[in-house]
């Protein structure tokens, strides 16, 4: 098994994934930029390389210094990486609030509808009447040509510079908790302050999304960098273990996303 045994089995092939980006900058002595990775891969990247390997510049970027999801650039020790590098781009719109109202999905639908990979896209950022997301630039005409509407509604998109880009007004509240195990619903119940019980009942209503994906299993077992969703109550992440308290319970930083 090797280091597979230390991950998910649906993780395995973004590990393959990982493996064959670190062979063609051995091979070609070339750096390899990846598209957007949730905070999940980013943290399977940064376990497989380090970031202090003495090979290879592991560095990552989303736009800004907010942003969740990110590009990777993996180069040999000795090149320079800047910003310019990631190849980012920061595509905006406007819509009128008095007669619709445009949320995260709304956007990401739009986007997905033109056949675009979901990997391309960034963070997405809302605010009084406009929309801001961030993109992979080989593909910045195109949707300034096609991103023409969202929900029956004509938008027209700009590009701007990432200096524009605007905080996400949505905030991380960190949150040291004590939970008995790593289980999905000892997760939920810690961090929604509700019974195990309950948070089974999500899980298996499939109203339970770690990573983005749907998980209807309560003994799955979570790891740092996870961001879990569930509905009705808001997302929360899986930051670090700090350690197991005298009773052999595990001591752990998480997040709410407060809004």
Same mark, same amino acid.
């Given at each position: 098994?090797?280091?597979? /045994?230390?991950?998910?089995?649906? @993780?395995?092939?973004?590990?393959?994934?990982?493996?064959? *980006?670190?062979? /063609?900058?051995? +091979?070609?002595?070339?750096? +390899?930029?990846?598209?957007?990775?949730?905070?999940?891969? /980013?943290?399977?990247?940064?376990?497989? #390389?380090? @970031?202090?390997?003495?090979?290879?510049?592991? %560095?990552?970027?989303?736009?800004? @210094?907010?942003?969740?999801?990110?590009?990777?650039? #993996?180069?040999?020790?000795?090149?320079?990486? =800047?910003?310019?590098?990631?190849?980012?781009?920061?595509?905006?719109?406007?819509?009128?609030?008095?007669?619709?109202?445009?949320?995260?999905?709304?956007?990401?639908?739009?986007?997905?509808?033109?056949?675009?990979?979901?990997?391309?896209?960034?963070?997405?950022?809302?605010? @009084?009447?406009?929309?801001?997301?961030? =993109?992979?630039? =080989?593909? =910045?005409?195109?949707?300034?040509?096609?991103?023409?509407?969202?929900?029956?509604?004509?938008?027209?998109? %700009?590009?701007?510079?990432?200096?524009?880009?605007?905080?996400?007004?949505?905030? *991380? /509240?960190?949150?040291?908790?004590?939970?008995?195990?790593? +289980?999905?619903?000892?997760?939920?119940?810690?961090?929604?302050?509700?019974?195990?019980? %309950?948070?089974?009942?999500?899980?298996?209503?499939?109203?339970?999304?770690?990573?983005?994906?749907?998980?209807?299993?309560?003994?799955?077992?979570?790891?740092?960098?996870?961001?879990?969703?569930?509905?009705?109550?808001?997302?929360?992440?899986?930051?670090?273990?700090?350690?197991?308290?005298?009773?052999?319970?595990?001591?752990?930083?998480?997040? #709410?996303?407060?809004?």
């Amino acid at each position: 098994m090797g280091v597979y /045994q230390h991950f998910r089995e649906e @993780e395995h092939p973004f590990i393959d994934q990982v493996y064959s *980006w670190i062979d /063609q900058v051995k +091979r070609t002595y070339e750096r +390899r930029l990846t598209d957007f990775l949730n905070p999940r891969e /980013q943290e399977i990247l940064r376990m497989i #390389i380090g @970031e202090n390997n003495p090979d290879y510049i592991l %560095q990552f970027n989303g736009g800004s @210094e907010h942003a969740e999801r990110k590009r990777a650039i #993996i180069a040999p020790f000795y090149e320079s990486i =800047t910003p310019d590098c990631f190849n980012i781009s920061l595509l905006a719109g406007t819509f009128n609030e008095k007669f619709m109202t445009i949320n995260h999905r709304d956007v990401m639908g739009t986007f997905l509808s033109l056949g675009i990979d979901r990997s391309k896209l960034g963070d997405i950022i809302i605010s @009084e009447g406009s929309f801001q997301f961030l =993109t992979d630039e =080989t593909i =910045t005409d195109y949707l300034l040509v096609n991103f023409v509407s969202i929900k029956r509604t004509k938008v027209t998109l %700009q590009h701007q510079p990432l200096s524009e880009l605007k905080k996400p007004k949505d905030v *991380w /509240q960190a949150y040291e908790k004590i939970i008995p195990s790593l +289980r999905l619903d000892a997760f939920i119940s810690s961090l929604h302050n509700m019974s195990r019980k %309950q948070a089974t009942t999500l899980i298996e209503r499939g109203y339970v999304k770690v990573n983005h994906k749907v998980v209807d299993q309560h003994a799955f077992l979570i790891d740092e960098g996870d961001l879990v969703s569930v509905r009705g109550k808001g997302r929360g992440k899986f930051i670090k273990i700090y350690g197991r308290t005298r009773k052999n319970n595990l001591r752990v930083k998480t997040a #709410i996303l407060k809004k």
